[in-house]
């Protein structure tokens, strides 16, 4: 079993930046990838970015591309999502989630577990 507990979200306006932290459980946690993930009221969740298993290489949704950066420091057991730039259709729930298994291959992409998330506000 994996937990992922969300933090670093808030009310920011337009232009501004957060970053947003995923601390993760267990002594695996750099086996896996890792992704972002969004989903705002009344839409359905929405892929933001995803980082593999050692952080070499990421992969973003076009929303997000150039604005947003994700990372991860293995040794912590976390992963970040540095958030730049911001405009008010980035307002969300944003949640982590864990890869199921080792496998890079974007977009083909599977996640199994998924934290209870962070709210994100941009106002205008």
């Known amino acids: 079993q994996v937990q992922l507990v969300e933090s670093g979200g808030g009310l920011v306006q337009a232009g501004g930046s957060l970053r947003l932290s995923c601390a993760a459980s267990?002594?695996?946690?750099?086996?896996?990838?890792m992704g972002w993930f969004r989903q705002a009221p009344g839409k359905e969740r929405e892929f933001v970015a995803a980082?593999?298993?050692?952080?070499?290489?990421?992969y973003y949704a076009d929303s997000v591309k150039g604005r947003f950066t994700i990372s991860r420091d293995n040794a912590k057991n976390t992963v970040y999502l540095q958030m730049n730039s911001l405009i008010p259709e980035d307002t969300a729930v944003y949640h982590c989630?864990?890869?199921?298994?080792?496998?890079?291959?974007?977009?083909?992409?599977?996640?199994?577990?998924w934290g209870q998330g962070t709210q994100v506000t941009v106002s205008s």
């Open positions: 980082i593999s298993w050692s952080g070499g290489s990421t």
């Open positions: 989630a864990k890869g199921r298994g080792s496998s890079w291959q974007p977009p083909a992409l599977e996640f199994d577990y």
């Open positions: 267990g002594r695996t946690f750099s086996r896996y990838a």
